[in-house]
């Protein structure tokens, strides 16, 4: 059974940083391409990062160059995304996925339900 299950999500003050992860179980996450998404109230669905199987970080959204980084560990089966100098407008539910075209970084089969990240000071 495929699942991810993300986790590393809480509140930040504006300028601090958070570490997500993203752990796969049921198939290899390392003959895939992952990306990591978010989606705040009210507000369409943004692609963050994507990581392909072999190309390493394969896009970026112009809101998160810089600040965020996208890594996969294989002997852990799991993503992560490192998020630094946040802001408010970073505030969200971030989940993982198993993404089907990482430059495109857009359609998915398999997502989890995400982790909840609160900017605010």
């Known amino acids: 059974q495929v699942q991810l299950v993300e986790s590393g999500g809480g509140l930040v003050q504006p300028g601090g940083s958070l570490r997500l992860s993203c752990v796969a ?3 290899t996450l ?7 998404f978010r989606q705040a109230p009210g507000k369409e ?6 990581f392909g199987r072999y190309s390493g970080t394969t896009y970026s959204a112009n809101s998160v160059k810089g600040r965020f980084a996208i890594s996969r560990d294989d002997g852990k089966n799991t993503a992560y ?3 630094s100098s946040l802001k408010f407008e970073d505030t969200g539910n971030y989940y993982c996925a198993r993404v089907q075209n990482p430059w495109q970084c857009k359609d998915y089969d398999f997502r989890g339900q995400g982790t909840q990240v609160t900017v605010s000071s």
């Open 25 to 27: 179980s049921g198939f």
């Open 45 to 50: 669905r943004e692609a963050v990062s994507c």
């Open 81 to 83: 995304l490192e998020m």
């Open 30 to 36: 390392a003959d895939y391409s992952i990306g990591w």
